[in-house]
């Protein structure tokens, strides 16, 4: 039939038993909108109708109450699979595996880069020794500090000046040696020794025992003499030679011709000192004591020749001074003469003055 107004709104009934569905009934036409009336019983439900038109969407209903849970249903299809998650934190190192079989050679690889230089390896064995290198040139000249000192013996009275590059240090007399109890004691010209500043005719002594003695009755001292003839009245200024010690900076070279030609200064070296006659020694009143010079020393160059080269003087008692011909004085022959025997005087002069040498130095700074 056609729906009804709407009732009173009745109490709430007891929950009946569902009924069976009813068919569904034809729509009727919308009535009008009655007045709201009082809210009637429910009535028993009705058979289902037909099903009807789409009514105009009522008001929201009140919250039903929760239905009980269902049974389990069946296992459903597996889903699609799901998007990638995020990668997880790193795990823990895994214990060391097996060693796997040695792999087929790979190609070679590209040259890498140069590495870190490595830790300073031990000491190698010495290798052999190389080729000689070729010359260098030459270098300049050094500079020298060295002091050289050189003592200059004037054979005369005169006091002797110092060659140029060379300052005086002190003056004196010229010393050769001296001979007493049978023992010689010598001094080299060319030493600063055979200059002494003061001339004593006893220049030593001879001690033992607690005991000096000066007065020898065999001593004997030498000097060079100056030359001149010594008489009475003896006077070391007028009958002894004259010396000076000179100082100075440079290479000093003797160099001796072995001719009677003066020989010429070796390359490199500047102009003489002096030039004089090469003198190899002397003796005294024994044969068998005296003194002797290298011929590398600058005291075997004596500016003047003697055949009686020194001045005796005893040490006993008072001051006595001689020139004894019993003295001899070595000088060393020339290689181009001929003479094998010499006469007295003048020959024996000409023939052992043959023998020539030139002292030289070469300054090395100025």
Not at 39 to 50: C, E, L, N, R
Not at 183 to 191: I, K, P, T
Not at 227 to 255: H, M, W, Y
Request: glycine content about 20%.
């Amino acid at each position: 039939g056609d729906t009804g107004s709407d009732g009173l709104q009745g109490p709430r009934g007891e929950t009946g038993e569902p009924g069976v569905r009813g068919e569904d009934g034809a729509r009727g036409d919308k009535g009008f909108q009655g007045g709201v009336g009082s809210k009637g019983d429910s009535g028993a439900p009705g058979a289902k109708g037909d099903k009807g038109d789409v009514g105009l969407q009522g008001p929201e209903g009140l919250n039903g109450q929760k239905g009980e849970g269902g049974s389990k249903g069946d296992k459903g299809n597996n889903g699609f699979s799901g998007l990638q998650g995020p990668r997880g934190p790193k795990g823990q190192p895994g214990a060391i595996g097996f060693s796997g079989e040695d792999g087929s050679k790979g190609e070679k690889g590209l040259a890498g880069s140069e590495g870190r230089p490595g830790p300073t390896g031990s000491k190698g064995d010495s290798g052999s020794p190389g080729v000689d290198g070729q010359n260098g040139e030459r270098g300049e000249d050094g500079e020298c500090s060295c002091q050289n000192k050189v003592v200059i013996h004037s054979l005369s009275p005169e006091v002797p000046s110092c060659p140029n590059g060379f300052a005086a240090e002190y003056t004196g007399y010229s010393f050769s040696f001296a001979y007493g109890y049978g023992f010689s004691l010598s001094q080299s010209l060319g030493d600063v020794g055979s200059c002494m500043a003061t001339f004593n005719h006893r220049p030593f002594v001879a001690c033992t025992g607690g005991q000096c003695d000066s007065n020898m009755r065999t001593g004997y001292s030498y000097w060079l003499s100056s030359g001149r003839p010594v008489t009475e009245e003896f006077n070391a200024s007028d009958f002894i030679s004259r010396c000076t010690v000179c100082n100075g900076l440079g290479q000093i070279k003797v160099v001796h011709s072995y001719t009677t030609s003066e020989p010429a200064c070796p390359s490199g070296h500047g102009n003489s000192l002096w030039k004089g006659y090469s003198f190899a020694g002397n003796t005294g009143v024994s044969s068998s004591f005296g003194s002797h010079e290298s011929f590398s020393d600058t005291g075997s160059c004596l500016p003047k020749f003697f055949d009686t080269l020194t001045v005796e003087c005893s040490f006993a008692g008072a001051k006595k001074c001689r020139i004894h011909t019993s003295n001899r004085a070595f000088w060393l022959a020339a290689a181009d003469s001929d003479h094998s025997f010499y006469g007295a005087g003048d020959s024996i002069v000409q023939v052992l003055c043959e023998a020539k040498e030139t002292l030289l130095y070469r300054l090395l700074l100025g």
